[in-house]
């Protein structure tokens, strides 16, 4: 589909659905679609999927004698649109199935147990796209951080709500009398670390590269296990990403980093956000909760020197605020006291590890160059993406002398991880 049919993507009903749905709380006799408009989201690139921007014009009709006219905004995630290659591979992974079906099923039932917004508000669901409220609004004062810009503070506020996520999702369990992985499995399927998804595959050859270029580990026994081993170990994930048969289960968002993180601030502005929402579903799963701690944690305390001074301090913060949330609504935790957080923290160590070494030279991309790659050469862009990115690590390397570093970083601590020691 060409840019100019962008409009195609949403019919004139499904955008009169979108504001009845945005206006469901209010008194309101008749609405009418004036216009919309749909473009492209400046500076927005996913892996998986385009972003664009709804902008509805309608009459709003209160009584017979009174109506005015507004402007609506939304935003939209959709499959590609441009991009032919990577339109295929989100439909063969059913990436926006998934996610459709945890918008209409699941997420408004853990929000009933929140006690503040959890979710950005979705007004419409489709299998191809999502239509949700547009955060980006000056008027709703929400913004990302840069990562030089998180303290402990922010740290806080995101375990938080991460809490809150985990105990809503027990809660539901609990008092609806319902089995999530029983009656939700079917939506909540492995899209990432699965040797059906060549995405995944395409990063463990990309790790096993960096792990034989790596300076620390050009020793014969580090090189044979990396040649001999390591390829088996981790392609083999599924025990750590499943629901656990001993360990709590809940409702876990498995990709929390920069920029699936909104902070909400207050009318003034000021510096200390009040409240934070997490977006992009598509890699939920129901598993055990310190996947999402540690993914966090590990995606945000990028150096080992912080690690060591914060890491233990959050660790019991998460904790503490699931085990208060969890007796304020009733619920029991003695299927998951502090010894089982440690024992699922260890159990959870190693996919974030593994997932943190193929993320992170896709998260250190110079900005813009995947959306011009996207743009200028597509075919290029899906082999880096699903076949092959030895060229891309070299190729971006020459543009900053810092990639490379960069991305070797969490080779190590795979390695180590693995009882291989740096030389």
Not at 26 to 52: R, T, V
Not at 128 to 147: A, F, G
Not at 200 to 227: C, E, N
Not at 352 to 357: C, E, F, H, I, K
Request: hydrophobic letters at 35%; one cysteine or more.
């Amino acid at each position: 589909m060409s840019i100019s049919k962008l409009q195609d993507i949403l019919s004139l009903d499904e955008c009169l659905q979108i504001v009845s749905n945005d206006l469901d709380t209010k008194p309101i006799n008749e609405i009418k679609i004036i216009n919309y408009e749909i473009k492209a989201a400046d500076n927005l690139c996913g892996f998986m999927g385009e972003y664009f921007r709804l902008i509805v014009k309608a009459q709003i009709t209160i009584n017979t004698n009174e109506y005015s006219e507004k402007i609506f905004n939304y935003f939209i995630k959709s499959l590609p649109i441009c991009n032919k290659l990577q339109r295929l591979h989100c439909e063969s992974k059913g990436v926006f199935r998934k996610e459709s079906g945890i918008y209409k099923n699941i997420l408004p039932n853990l929000q009933r147990y929140g006690s503040e917004q959890l979710f950005a508000k979705c007004y419409l669901a489709r299998d191809d796209l999502v239509v949700l409220e547009d955060l980006m609004q000056t008027d709703k004062r929400i913004r990302h951080l840069k990562p030089n810009e998180y303290n402990e503070k922010y740290y806080k506020l995101v375990l938080k709500y991460l809490a809150q996520l985990h105990v809503a999702s027990m809660c539901w369990e609990l008092k609806d009398k319902i089995d999530i992985q029983k009656d939700f499995g079917h939506i909540l399927y492995e899209l990432e670390l699965t040797v059906t998804n060549e995405w995944f595959r395409t990063g463990v050859r990309s790790i096993l590269f960096l792990a034989q270029k790596h300076p620390q580990y050009q020793y014969k026994v580090a090189q044979d296990f990396i040649k001999e081993k390591l390829c088996d170990l981790l392609e083999n994930l599924e025990e750590f990403i499943n629901a656990s048969s001993s360990l709590q289960n809940a409702f876990c968002h498995r990709d929390v980093w920069g920029e699936n993180i909104f902070f909400q601030y207050d009318e003034k502005c000021t510096s200390e956000p009040k409240t934070c929402l997490i977006v992009d579903f598509s890699s939920a799963r129901y598993c055990p909760p310190a996947i999402d701690i540690l993914y966090f944690l590990y995606n945000n305390l990028s150096s080992k020197e912080e690690r060591v001074d914060l890491l233990k301090i959050l660790l019991d913060f998460y904790y503490k605020s699931l085990s208060e949330l969890a007796r304020n609504l009733n619920l029991n935790l003695e299927t998951y006291t502090r010894k089982h957080f440690d024992e699922d923290c260890q159990r959870a160590l190693l996919p974030v590890l593994v997932q943190r070494a193929i993320c992170e030279p896709l998260m250190k991309l110079p900005e813009g160059w995947a959306q011009k790659m996207r743009d200028e050469e597509s075919e290029v862009y899906d082999h880096y993406m699903n076949v092959d990115r030895t060229e891309m690590f070299l190729r971006v390397s020459q543009l900053d002398k810092n990639y490379w570093d960069l991305i070797l970083k969490p080779i190590q601590e795979i390695m180590e991880y693995f009882g291989f020691k740096g030389q």
